[in-house]
């Protein structure tokens, strides 16, 4: 197997931001990605640290997103023991397991707060008592949402989870209305409008994500790379930074 070959530019221009900043430490993380052929990510450190605001439910899936891109691994009991600190992880992992992957994630340990609802009855997420395949439709349809539509505020957030609820209500009434149980038509009906009217009043716009764009995208920068080695040059983008970080993960997968 070839060595990579790691060129460094004294300046980096963010994949997200577009702004140009010196090479080191303070501003970039260092990475195991095989795609790249630069020893430091080409996504700046302020651009991921905003990256991870936002919805807590949702803020472990951006941490393992950010970690696939780097290459480096999730291991749930680091992350527990630096009290959920992304500063304290990066670095510990970095010195003292660099070497690894994200092949070589530790997931068993994972803390299942929506098991831990479903055992008692009632979900904080979902704010309502609902059955593990109730959870697991509901994750799914917010997860289709959050690909779709650019969910992008605490409002759309909002309108997801109730389109989201609203679906599974409607689909439930659908299958009273198969079984031919009495009244189940005029709950269907009454269940269908609910959920025309959200999703009408949410206004979505649709996301990047859901169109096949490869136009302005990091698909340009993989070509390039599984051609050969990475060559940084400054690539505008219109998509946002979870649109890219989409894209590139599809073909980090592909790697490793």
Excluded at 25 to 34: G, I, Q, R, S
Excluded at 69 to 79: E, F, G, H, S, T
Aim: proline share 2%; charged share 30%; net charge negative.
């Amino acid at each position: 197997m070839t060595e990579r070959v790691l060129k460094e530019p004294e300046y980096m221009t963010c994949l997200n931001c577009d702004t140009s900043r010196k090479v080191g430490t303070a501003t970039y993380y260092e990475h195991n990605n095989p795609l790249v052929g630069t020893k430091y990510y080409p996504l700046c450190k302020k651009c991921i640290k905003q990256f991870f605001t936002g919805d807590e439910d949702t803020k472990q899936q951006r941490i393992k997103t950010i970690l696939q891109q780097l290459n480096r691994p999730w291991i749930v009991d680091k992350w527990i023991y630096f009290k959920e600190d992304w500063g304290q992880y990066i670095k510990h992992i970095a010195s003292f397991h660099g070497s690894k992957t994200f092949l070589d994630s530790e997931f068993s340990g994972d803390h299942n707060q929506e098991e831990d609802d479903c055992e008692s009855g009632f979900s904080e997420k979902w704010r309502g008592k609902y059955s593990i395949d109730d959870i697991n439709f509901l994750n799914g349809y917010l997860d289709g949402l959050m690909n779709d539509f650019k969910i992008i505020n605490t409002s759309h957030l909002d309108y997801a989870k109730k389109i989201s609820k609203a679906s599974l209500h409607m689909d439930k009434c659908f299958e009273e209305m198969q079984n031919g149980e009495s009244g189940a038509d005029k709950k269907y009906e009454t269940s269908k409008k609910i959920f025309d009217d959200l999703s009408k009043s949410a206004n979505f716009a649709e996301s990047s994500r859901s169109k096949d764009n490869a136009s302005g995208s990091l698909s340009k920068i993989v070509d390039t790379v599984e051609n050969g080695t990475y060559v940084y040059q400054h690539v505008p983008f219109e998509q946002d930074l979870y649109d890219r970080l989409l894209e590139n993960q599809k073909h980090v997968e592909k790697s490793l």
